[in-house]
Nanobody
Framework: QVQIVQSGGGLVQPGGSLRLSCAPS????????IGWFRQAPGKEREWVGD???????NYSDSVKGRFTISRDNAKNMVFLQMNALKPEDTAVYYC???????????WGQGTQVIVSS
């Protein structure tokens, strides 16, 4: 069973930065897509961005230019660097990993990000 452990998050002022971490229990290169999602109170979960085949990144329009997805091969981790944070970025952020060979998607436990002055 694949486990995904997330870390990071917390409270930050508008304009600040945070970095979230995602650590799967299996090689990040064994997944087709590692993605980031978020869910704000009272709203549906929305896609933030993803890393495909360990190489290609994509971002939603709402975070493009402010958020960056990267990986650390040695640590087997994927990161979501969030800069120029806005109050509307406040949400629980989730990491997931898709394995298309077995048609499974694995989710992290989520981590809270609050952007407030």
């Amino acid at each position: 069973q694949v486990q995904i452990v997330q870390s990071g998050g917390g409270l930050v002022q508008p304009g600040g930065s945070l970095r979230l971490s995602c650590a799967p229990s299996r090689s990040i290169f064994s997944f087709n897509i590692i993605g980031w999602f978020r869910q704000a109170p009272g709203k549906e979960r929305e896609w933030v961005g993803d890393l495909k085949s360990g190489i290609m990144t994509n971002y939603s329009d709402s975070v493009k230019g402010r958020f960056t997805i990267s990986r650390d091969n040695a640590k087997n981790m994927v990161f979501l660097q969030m800069n120029a944070l806005k109050p509307e970025d406040t949400a629980v952020y989730y990491c997931n990993a898709e394995d298309h060979r077995v048609l499974r998607t694995y989710w992290g436990q989520g981590t809270q990000v609050i952007v407030s002055s």
